[in-house]
């Protein structure tokens, strides 16, 4: 059993109760492994918040590239593993080790955050430069175009929530508003972190990757 470095995040949430090793989120997970090696039940996760970031992801690495003035930045397709982990970074060049995050909307993307907004991006990149064996990473959010499908989708879904049958000119706006931002320039529209490779922490996902493999396999003989 290894894990996604996508999920590191799961597994490495404090358990609530006194004595637990594995939190009930991480028990999830792993309940979730053992369903689909024992009998084939994958959950499949998909939301329109996924689907606009699977559409727009490299829209999102060319808008980093022109921000940060790399040379030539590019999706990466290169699946890697260890003994532990395993996973596809998003970028990886003798530049830089990256992952972008697409906001779903305005009022989503981190304008005023100063640290990253979401721990589990954190240790992500801590699996993603342990693969890679790369010392620093960055973690950037983009504000990118919602596809023009899903906007009016979400015009739709607005028009439904108020009863409303006839089109509402001001509703269209305010919708467009939270997904078009052509009116903010590119270099407002990428906010990124630098992070670190910390050894302490890799190897703290080390040890909850064999608890959770432990209970996995105890899991397998059980179920």
């Known amino acids: 059993m290894k894990v996604r470095c996508s999920q590191i995040g799961k597994i490495m949430a404090t358990p609530r109760k006194a004595g637990e090793v594995l939190s ?7 309940h979730d492994l053992v369903l689909e090696e024992k009998y084939g039940i994958k959950k499949e996760f998909s939301s329109r918040y996924t689907d606009k970031g699977n559409e727009v992801e490299e829209i999102g690495i060319a ?6 003035n790399y ?44 640290e990253v907004p979401n721990k ?12 890679t064996g790369k010392q620093e990473s ?14 009016e989708d979400e015009i739709r879904r607005a028009h439904w929530k108020f009863n409303l049958i006839e089109e509402n000119t001001e509703l269209r706006k ?23 490779r910390d050894e302490a922490v890799i190897e703290k996902i080390k040890e909850r990757v064999e608890l959770c493999r432990e209970y996995y396999n105890l899991l397998m003989k059980t179920i």
């Not at 808008?63 to 940060?68: H, I, K, P, R, S």
Request: proline residues 4%; hydrophobic residues 40%; glycine residues 2%.
């Open 120 to 131: 589990d991006y954190f240790f992500q990149l801590q699996g993603y430069m342990w693969l």
């Open 24 to 30: 009930e989120t991480a028990k999830t997970y792993v």
């Open 63 to 68: 808008l980093v590239n022109e921000v940060l």
């Open 138 to 151: 960055i973690l950037a959010y983009c504000l990118i175009n919602t596809p023009f499908q899903m906007v």
């Open 174 to 196: 305010e919708v467009e508003s939270k997904h078009i931002f052509d009116h903010i320039p590119e270099h407002k529209r990428v906010k990124y972190w630098f992070i670190r």
């Open 71 to 114: 040379k030539f930045i590019y999706k990466n397709y290169d699946f890697f593993e260890n003994e532990w982990v395993k996973g596809t970074p998003d970028v990886n060049t003798d530049e830089v080790l990256l992952d972008v995050k697409c906001s779903w909307d305005a009022t989503t993307f981190p304008f005023f955050d100063t």
